[in-house]
Each structure stands twice: as structure tokens, then as C-alpha cells.
T-cell receptor, first 115, second 115 residues
């Protein structure tokens, strides 16, 4: 009966390093979403998947950000050559499918700090 | 493009008093509206949602919200606040199924509860 899990919960890295953030959705959920939440702001959409297919990546800020979900379950958000402005809470959510009557369930988030 | 505005960044309310959080949205079609709560160290939890039908919707934890199309608003209310309601509250509008149901969030309202 696990919910959405994310790891690590906290990540501190130095500028210029690459980081990989993991999301493990609720079993059987088709859709998976990534959001970024800066301090004092609401979450902002980054990208989403249906099964293994990335359907929309319009929210990714630049080409340093990428995401994959190779087997339609676990997803990884990768940030290359991190910058201080990448510091934020990264949230993952999953839903049964993209029907509007399916709630998005959010994970606890990964707090990324870039020094 | 859809957008959500939460005019109040902080609200302080006494325990037992009523609470109302404001939310205004901009969306080109029939909006799908949500309220989420974020407690410290927790993920986002859905309080309630509006898709269609009765404009007064009931949610969990004693919360309700009223959809007013003429005012483009979806305000959240609770008649009597408990200390455990201290948290950050986010209003969100959901994109159409064709757009993947991605959520656009407001900036949030932080609620402080005085004893």
C-alpha cells in the first residue's frame, strides 16, 4: 500500500555536478509527472509520461534537464552541470491515467541544494 | 494559457475561527479546479476537486470550496479551524485530457493558527 516515493529526500551538490532524482510511482499508475517548486512558490510543471513515453516536456527549463521512464514505472529526472538556480524541491506525482477524474498523488519530494 | 492567483501569501487565524482562502483562475474552457494542502515535510495532499455539477464541493478535513464562474474564483473555506490545519494551501487548475492533465498551481497561502 505504498504511495509515491522519491529518493533521495535531500541532495546537496556542488555547482557543475550532475544529479539524478528518482521517482517510484504507485504500482499500476500509467501517468507520471514531474514538478519543480521553488521556495515560496507553487509547483511548476516540468514533464510527464504515459507508460514509458514522454508526452510533454515543455516545462523543462533547458537542455540540462532530462527525464526518462524506460520501463513505464520508475522515472529518473537528471540535471546536468547543476547551477545554483536549480536549487528547489522536485516533486513527482502519479495517476491512474490522464483522465480528469484521476487524482495525481504526490511524493514527498527531493530537496535539491546546489552550492 | 491557464493561470492561478492566490492573493494572500499569509493568513493568521485563531483556533476555532472560520477560514477562507481565495483563489482566482484564468482558463479558456471549463476549468477543472483543485485544492491541495502541504504540511511541513509532507507531500501535497488533495483536499477537494471540482469538475462539474454542484458548485459547492465538500472535501476532506471539513473543508469546502465554491466555484463561481462569474468571478473566476474557487475559494476554500472551513467553518472552524483546528491547530492541525496550519499548513500551506495551493489552488490548482488542471489542463484538458488532451494536454495531459498537467496542473498549474497558484503561489500558495500559508496558514498560521493561533491558540
Amino acid at each position: 500500500g505504498a504511495g509515491v516515493s522519491q529518493s533521495p529526500r535531500y541532495k546537496v551538490t556542488k555547482r557543475g555536478q550532475d544529479v539524478a532524482l528518482r521517482c517510484d510511482p504507485i504500482s499500476g499508475h500509467v501517468s507520471l509527472y514531474w514538478y519543480r517548486q521553488a521556495l515560496g512558490q507553487g509547483p511548476e510543471f516540468l514533464t510527464y509520461f504515459n507508460y514509458e513515453a514522454q508526452q510533454d516536456k515543455s516545462g523543462l527549463p533547458n537542455d540540462r534537464f532530462s527525464a526518462e521512464r524506460p520501463e513505464g514505472s520508475i522515472s529518473t529526472l537528471t540535471i546536468q552541470r547543476t547551477e545554483q538556480r536549480d536549487s528547489a524541491m522536485y516533486r513527482c506525482a502519479s495517476s491512474l491515467d490522464t483522465g480528469l477524474y484521476n487524482e495525481q498523488f504526490f511524493g514527498p519530494g527531493t530537496r535539491l541544494t546546489v552550492l | 494559457a491557464q493561470s492561478v492567483t492566490q492573493p494572500d501569501i499569509h493568513i493568521t487565524v485563531s483556533e476555532g475561527a472560520s477560514l477562507e482562502l481565495r483563489c482566482n483562475y484564468s482558463y479558456g474552457a471549463t476549468p477543472y479546479l483543485f485544492w491541495y494542502v502541504q504540511s511541513p515535510g509532507q507531500g501535497l495532499q488533495l483536499l477537494l476537486k471540482y469538475f462539474s455539477g454542484d458548485t459547492l464541493v465538500q472535501g476532506i478535513k471539513g473543508f469546502e470550496a465554491e466555484f463561481k464562474r462569474s468571478q473566476s474564483s474557487f475559494n476554500l473555506r472551513k467553518p472552524s479551524v483546528h491547530w492541525s490545519d496550519a499548513a500551506e494551501y495551493f489552488c490548482a487548475v488542471g489542463a484538458s485530457k488532451a494536454a495531459g492533465n498537467k496542473l498549474t498551481f497558484g503561489g500558495g497561502t500559508r496558514v498560521l493558527v493561533k491558540p
